[in-house]
């Protein structure tokens, strides 16, 4: 069983559009992440959510909305996409609230959006 | 500054032979975790090791173990007896306490190519 789930794997897209990526982990983890890796691999947090509460929120454009409907669940909205946007994004979870430093996180396989 | 500088952006190592990725962190907090993860060309996250500020000895997980100099806020990860499917990138990644923000930052990886 999959543990940490993205869809979709690929999203192609016109510039102006808005799409959502979905996130679904079957861990039991508190907290969830969306990660952006761009072009030259760097990866930066974006966002991060405990039970449903936001927790971290980086440096991002207002276009970019999370959303947790539920501890299993944390979705990436993006509105008026822009080429810049090209990336990959992975979303991750971790046990949460923080009790061990040593909480590993458990990545999706990533979503590799592109804008056209 | 950056936190987590990994200063070889690409490695090519012969086939069985050991390998040593750098990492240098920077925290003023006594209480951090470090972690690596492997990033195949397929694009997922695997985490491999991990070590805590605190540990007093150093972590091994089969074929990786992790050198970790305090003092030097050094945290390399060592690949014994390389192999083919080892060819991937590297992130050293460090998680600062609770209180703040519960970001794990990564290094900008390293390229590790296996060479037959």
Known sequence: DTAVSQTPKYLVTQMGNDKSIKCEQNLGHDTMYWYK????KFLK????????E??????????FSPKSPDKAHLNLHINSLELGDSAVYFCASSQGPLESLRDEQFFGPGTR???? | AQKITQTQPGMFVQEKEAVTLDCTYDTSDPSYGLFWYKQPSSGEMIFLIYQGSYDQQNATEGRYSLNFQKARKSANLVISASQLGDSAMYFCAMR???NRDDKIIFGKGTRLHILP
């Open chain 1, 45 to 52: 947090i974006m966002f991060s959510y405990n039970n449903k």
């Open chain 1, 54 to 63: 936001l927790i971290i929120n980086e440096t991002v454009p207002n276009r």
């Open chain 1, 113 to 116: 959006l592109t804008v056209l």
């Open chain 2, 96 to 98: 600062e306490p609770w």
């Open chain 1, 37 to 40: 890796q761009d072009s030259k």
